[in-house]
């Protein structure tokens, strides 16, 4: 059984900050990478920000230069730090773990408000 369990969430204003926290564990297989998803009331899920292993990324272009990623591989966790947030960043954030074996996990998701 493979757990996600992610931490963070919160309410915050305009201009402020927040940390989002996921580790995986249980019986995972390699981790190839690692990633934060969100989804708006009404909208589809997307990409935020993933992260390889060996530590390339990705960011959507909503984010770049505001959202940063990075990974603590001996504790399989995930982080995002998400600075300078908008209202429009408002959404459940849902982290994202894929295995080198092709498997998929994903956490329950945390909600993000920011106010205005």
């Known amino acids: 059984q493979v757990q996600l369990v992610e931490s963070g969430g919160g309410l915050v204003q305009a201009g402020g900050s927040l940390r989002l926290s996921c580790t995986a564990s249980?019986?995972?297989?390699?981790?190839?990478?690692m990633g934060w998803f969100r989804q708006a009331p009404g909208q589809q899920r997307e990409l935020v920000a993933s992260i390889t292993m060996v530590g390339t990324t990705n960011y959507a272009d909503s984010v770049k230069g505001r959202f940063t990623i990075s990974t603590d591989n001996a504790k399989n966790t995930v982080y995002l730090q998400m600075n300078s947030l908008k209202p429009e960043d408002t959404a459940v954030y849902y982290c994202?773990?894929?295995?080198?074996?092709?498997?998929?996990?994903w956490g329950k998701g945390t909600l993000v408000t920011v106010s205005s």
């Open positions: 249980g019986r995972i297989s390699s981790i190839y990478d």
């Open positions: 994202r773990v894929g295995t080198r074996d092709g498997r998929v996990y």
